[in-house]
T-cell receptor
Framework: GQQVMQIPQYQHVQEGEDFTTYCNSS?????IQWYKQRPGGHPVFLIQ?????EVKKQKRLTFQFGEAKKNSSLHITATQTTDVGTYFC??????????FGTGTRLTVIP | GAVVSQHPSRVICKSGTSVKIECRSL??????MFWYRQFPKQSLMLMAT?????????EQGVEKDKFLINHASLTLSTLTVTSAHPEDSSFYIC???????????FGQGTRLTVV
């Protein structure tokens, strides 16, 4: 079946440091979405990438979609304590079926 | 953004009983809703796709007789955990999208504890 892996599983950074999480799918994706889940909360949509090689920015967050549409990355510049949470990529397999990656849990140390 | 409401947020039940979880799209119609299960510190696992007016589509390994899904209207899907056992204890969460291939809006989730 389709698998979406993310690395690292955990990341602890000092406030102000950068952070990157990588997402890899075993199959080509029609598009990829990124979500953030705070502890005890539900996933909240961040962005969707559709085109091969696409790069999108949201303030300190930069999202990339690989040329082969099988991998993606999320980079946060100068992390803040509000960035704490688990970041999930989710591959779309036809319709709206989302298959979530394993997630990267980010801890930011003040 | 759109609102998806899930109820209850927490439920404790005895082994052998059944629990119903509701998922409502409050400001849009959703022909399709999705049910996920999440274990502590783990990812969301898609359980099934709930289709309005037709049978749900279950992912491999998910027992359809155990997890009954009903999508009777364009704004409501329900998940019933039948004859619950302690191993069914988990965080269950639903989602819906306004249109195909757009962002998913998640309910607040339901933490089920079976004692």
């Amino acid at each position: 079946g389709q698998q979406v892996m993310q690395i690292p599983q955990y990341q602890h950074v000092q406030e102000g440091e950068d952070f990157t999480t990588y997402c890899n799918s075993s199959t080509t994706l029609s598009n990829i979405q990124w979500y953030k889940q705070r502890p005890g909360g539900h996933p909240v949509f961040l962005i969707q990438l559709v085109k091969s090689g696409e790069v999108k920015k949201q303030k300190r967050l930069t999202f990339q979609f690989g040329e082969a549409k099988k991998n993606s990355s999320l980079h946060i510049t100068a992390t803040q304590t509000t960035d704490v949470g688990t970041y999930f990529c989710a591959g779309v397999r036809g319709g709206n079926n989302l298959f979530f990656g394993t997630g990267t849990r980010l801890t930011v140390i003040p | 953004g759109a609102v998806v409401s899930q109820h209850p947020s927490r439920v404790i039940c005895k082994s052998g009983t059944s629990v119903k979880i509701e998922c409502r799209s409050l400001d849009f119609q959703a022909t399709t809703m999705f049910w996920y299960r999440q274990f502590p510190k783990q990812s969301l696992m898609l359980m099934a796709t709930s289709n309005e007016g037709s049978k749900a589509t279950y992912e491999q390994g998910v027992e359809k007789d155990k997890f009954l899904i009903n999508h009777a209207s364009l704004t409501l899907s329900t998940l019933t955990v039948t004859s619950a056992h302690p191993e069914d204890s988990s965080f269950y969460i639903c989602s819906a999208s306004k249109t195909e291939n757009t962002e998913a809006f998640f309910g607040q989730g339901t933490r089920l504890t079976v004692v």
